[in-house]
């Protein structure tokens, strides 16, 4: 999978940075440790490949430091950007890149702002990237492989999916974020009740979905767990109940106006047994 001078060494090489990462970070390496490369193989500081800022003296220095993009497809299509001669070690700086914004989160200079999913989760996405591409690949074959990986293994529009495509979208290897409908339909429960009565709501579950209930009026929430809802009516007014559900990518709501009686729902009655004695 490697090959001097293309895309598929350039990721040869920043996968084997990122494995790496982690070893170091296994043996308990410290920080600027587990975010540099090749700081062991030489002391010329300007051999080192950091994975924070991969366009230091020794990556991209006609950009003077200004211009981290190599993951633009335009220019990965320029004449004579790919350097036979150890080009692939500069050209892996978007891989290992992305690997360092996917772990720890940030907002690169791109303006694109990355929520973080942590060293093991991001460790198993570029292991199962790696693991999928065949010989030959490309950038944009990392990325897709990525994406779909982190829907597949950790469902729709959860952070690591959406993490996947910002690390991705900071290094210039843009993909569209998701976008999901949510119309939640409060149902399940009665819809006039007495006072104190209570009854229970449900809306259907929405995969790494937050649900937050409320009511106003003559209702009290007794018990939520996540997708239900018990609530109890307080007096004869009319009370309303509400929900809103929301993913990584996109939110809904809904209300239900629950009616009310003065009459109380009744006691239990105290029945009292004489003793008679036993014949």
Not at 138 to 149: C, E, K, L, P, Q
Not at 157 to 176: K, M, R, V
Not at 179 to 190: D, K, V
Not at 194 to 211: E, G, K, L, Q, R
């Amino acid at each position: 999978k490697s090959f001097i001078g293309t895309q598929a060494g350039a990721l040869n090489e920043g996968f084997a940075d990122i494995f790496g990462a982690m070893v170091e970070r296994e043996v308990g390496a410290t920080f600027n440790e587990i975010w540099t490369s090749g700081q062991d193989a030489s002391a010329n500081t300007l051999l080192h490949r950091s994975f924070i800022s991969p366009n230091n003296a020794h990556f991209r220095a006609n950009a003077a430091g200004t211009c981290f993009n190599p993951g633009i497809a335009d220019e990965f299509n320029e004449p004579g950007f790919w350097d036979p001669n150890g080009g692939v070690h500069a050209n892996s700086g978007p891989l290992s890149h992305w690997f360092y914004l996917l772990v720890t989160g940030n907002t690169h200079q791109n303006g694109t702002t990355v929520t973080g999913i942590g060293f093991n989760d991001a460790s198993l996405i570029a292991w199962e990237t790696l693991m999928s591409l065949p010989n030959g690949a490309g950038y944009v074959d990392a990325r897709d492989n990525s994406i779909d990986f982190a829907e597949l293994n950790f469902g729709f529009c959860s952070q690591e999916h959406i993490g996947t495509i910002e690390a991705f979208n900071a290094i210039n290897l843009p993909s569209a974020l998701p976008t999901q409908n949510i119309n939640p339909n409060i149902s399940g429960g009665l819809t006039s009740l007495c006072a104190n009565a209570t009854t229970s709501f449900s809306v259907a579950p929405v995969a790494n979905a937050t649900y937050n209930w409320s009511v106003t009026g003559g209702l009290q929430i007794v018990t939520q767990n996540g997708n239900s809802c018990a609530v109890k009516k307080i007096g004869a007014s009319t009370g309303t109940l509400s929900v809103g559900v929301a993913t990584n990518c996109g939110s809904g709501s809904d209300n239900q106006t629950i009616t009310g009686s003065s009459s109380s729902v009744p006691s239990t009655p105290n029945i009292s047994i004489p003793d008679f004695p036993i014949c």
